[in-house]
């Protein structure tokens, strides 16, 4: 879905104050005009980030950043639309958070110097990298089983995975195309990979 550019939330609030340590004494003086779903109106942020850890998915997402790709923006807003576990962000430490629409601020966003770094964090926290790229061994993401914990990788626009993560990825997913291009976007790429988790284990559609 896509917000119009008409101011988006609530003003100051009418009525007897609500009670509960989760709402923001300023917002309710002041007015609500954050990108939030209706039920987080009012609410503190760390009120919202601890709401959605008691419920955030067992998935994690990836993205090498060797080139300061500007899609990792638009990769943290779905991840937290699907609200994932965490995003990991391999390479250089700065992103363009402008795509992500403040999203990052109720995201997890974890940073690796290197490949080595993300896969010593998959080994210590027994999650298996799953890479999304189009590959020759690649196997249909449409046919995959995908585990319920899992690191989705994807590379950055253009070169895709390292060879480095190719190598040390699982598993590596394609998704099927009809068209002409080789290729498709990488945060297009990451959100309906996310999307097939959410259908495999949040609403239990399994593959043939």
């Known amino acids: 879905m896509t917000e119009s550019n008409e101011q988006v939330g609530v003003g100051p609030w009418t009525g007897p104050q609500p009670s509960g340590e989760h709402f923001d004494p300023v917002l309710l003086r002041d007015g609500d005009r954050r990108?939030?779903?209706?039920?987080?109106?009012?609410?503190?942020?760390?009120?919202?980030?601890?709401?959605?850890?008691?419920?955030?998915?067992?998935?994690?997402?990836?993205?090498e950043n060797w080139q300061h790709d500007l899609n990792i923006g638009s990769v943290v807003r779905t991840a937290n639309a699907f609200n994932a576990a965490a995003v990991h962000i391999v390479g250089r430490r700065r992103w363009?958070?402008?795509?992500?629409?403040?999203?990052?601020?109720?995201?997890?966003?974890?940073?690796?110097?290197?490949?080595?770094?993300l896969l010593h964090w998959c080994a210590d926290n027994e999650v298996p990298l799953i890479g999304v790229d189009n590959f020759p061994d690649s196997v249909p993401l449409e046919t995959f089983d995908l585990p319920r914990r899992c690191l989705l990788l994807f590379g950055q626009?253009?070169?895709?995975?390292?060879?480095?993560?190719?190598?040390?990825?699982?598993?590596?997913?394609?998704?099927?195309?009809?068209?002409?291009?080789?290729?498709?976007?990488?945060?297009?790429?990451?959100?309906?990979?996310?999307?097939?988790?959410?259908?495999?284990?949040?609403?239990?559609?399994?593959v043939d």
């Open 96 to 117: 363009n958070r402008r795509g992500a629409m403040v999203t990052d601020k109720y995201q997890h966003i974890i940073h690796h110097p290197d490949v080595d770094d």
């Open 35 to 63: 990108n939030v779903v209706d039920r987080y109106r009012y609410w503190s942020h760390d009120a919202i980030v601890a709401d959605l850890d008691a419920t955030r998915h067992d998935f994690h997402v990836g993205v």
């Open 157 to 206: 626009e253009g070169p895709g995975l390292s060879e480095a993560a190719h190598r040390a990825s699982t598993a590596v997913l394609s998704i099927a195309q009809f068209g002409s291009t080789r290729s498709m976007n990488a945060a297009a790429a990451a959100a309906i990979t996310m999307h097939s988790w959410v259908r495999r284990h949040v609403f239990d559609q399994t």
